[in-house]
């Protein structure tokens, strides 16, 4: 049919162009990025495709990622989750991977953070039962990974740290959740929105570990550059929430117990949200 022949005709087009065999792999996964919805079972092939890509074959990395999460969305859009799972489950496996593996094979470019940005699209798919493990698990890789990258010195210059790739997909599922909120109790058209439990989860996942973990720093200049981006869409991330939420959670409470560094966070929080 005509999707065949459109994959058929990319994979020549890198024939005569002098094109490796994985270059044609490349060409052949981005022909479906934006085509139709794939059985299940192509999950393994991309899977395959992952773990055949070896050092300096970015592109191909990038076209495994891309592929992803056009099935992904498609799923998120169509409502096919369950028809879809396989590739859910492939977005849950990679996110589990420990740190150095996953550097390994998505490599030191734009593929970690693109992986990590379909987050937003996979999320909303999963059981709510399972959403805080893995919210936990893949933003304790996303740090390691950052860290990773900047003890190496192998971060690549412009690209997108994994942690700013993280929180920029919670507060998309955030702003999306409160706009189609506000459609509903207007009367108008209703999108999709992420269950309240899935919410909740993001919220308190924000509000407790992340600030945690992003209060702290003095790990050195370069390290703490990175950091100054990661606070700023954990900012974002708050500004995503409803003010008389962040009330009710304490979030600018004050209190004798809390370290400094909770507190300077605190004080930061305040200043840029009534900036």
């Known amino acids: 049919d005509a999707f065949e022949e459109q994959c058929v005709r990319c994979a020549a087009d890198g024939a005569t162009d002098g094109g490796t065999r994985k270059e044609k792999i490349g060409s052949f996964l981005?022909?479906?990025c934006s085509a139709v919805s794939?059985?299940?079972?192509?999950?393994?092939?991309?899977?395959?495709?992952?773990?055949?890509?070896?050092?300096?074959?970015?592109?191909?990395?990038?076209?495994?990622?891309?592929?992803l999460s056009a099935q992904v969305r498609v799923r998120r859009r169509t409502g096919g989750a369950s028809e879809g799972r396989d590739f859910v489950q492939l977005f849950v496996h990679l996110s589990k991977l420990p740190s150095p593996t996953f550097v390994s094979l998505f490599g030191d470019g734009m593929g970690?953070?693109?992986?990590?940005?379909?987050?937003?699209?996979?999320?909303?798919?999963?059981?709510?039962?399972?959403?805080?493990?893995?919210?936990?698990?893949?933003?304790?890789?996303?740090?390691?990974?950052?860290?990773?990258?900047?003890?190496?010195?192998?971060?690549?210059?412009?690209?997108?740290?994994?942690?700013?790739?993280?929180?920029?997909?919670?507060?998309t599922i955030l702003v999306d959740s409160e706009k189609v909120?506000?459609?509903?109790?207007?009367?108008?058209?209703?999108?999709?929105?992420?269950?309240?439990?899935t919410v909740r989860d993001i919220r308190n996942l924000i509000l407790d570990q992340c600030l945690f973990d992003l209060s702290r720093?003095?790990?050195?200049?370069?390290?703490?550059?990175?950091?100054?981006?990661?606070?700023?869409?954990?900012?974002?991330?708050?500004?995503?929430?409803?003010?008389?939420?962040?009330?009710?959670k304490s979030v600018f409470a004050f209190v004798p117990s809390q370290s400094f560094d909770i507190s300077l966070a605190r004080f930061n929080i305040i200043a840029y949200l009534t900036s």
């Not at 794939?38 to 070896?54: H, I, M």
Request: proline residues 5%; hydrophobic residues 35%; glycine residues 8%.
């Open 30 to 32: 981005r022909c479906i």
């Open 38 to 67: 794939l059985p299940g079972q192509f999950a393994t092939v991309l899977n395959w495709a992952l773990n055949e890509s070896g050092d300096g074959e970015d592109d191909l990395k990038a076209a495994c990622v891309e592929a």
């Open 112 to 171: 970690p953070a693109a992986f990590i940005s379909t987050l937003h699209h996979a999320l909303p798919l999963f059981p709510s039962g399972s959403v805080r493990n893995m919210l936990e698990g893949l933003w304790s890789l996303s740090m390691e990974v950052d860290t990773y990258s900047v003890s190496k010195g192998s971060r690549v210059e412009g690209s997108t740290s994994c942690v700013v790739a993280f929180l920029d997909s919670l507060r």
């Open 181 to 197: 909120l506000s459609q509903k109790e207007s009367g108008r058209g209703v999108g999709h929105k992420a269950p309240p439990a």
């Open 217 to 248: 720093g003095n790990k050195g200049e370069s390290h703490d550059a990175l950091m100054q981006t990661h606070r700023k869409s954990f900012y974002m991330c708050l500004q995503a929430m409803p003010m008389s939420y962040l009330e009710e």
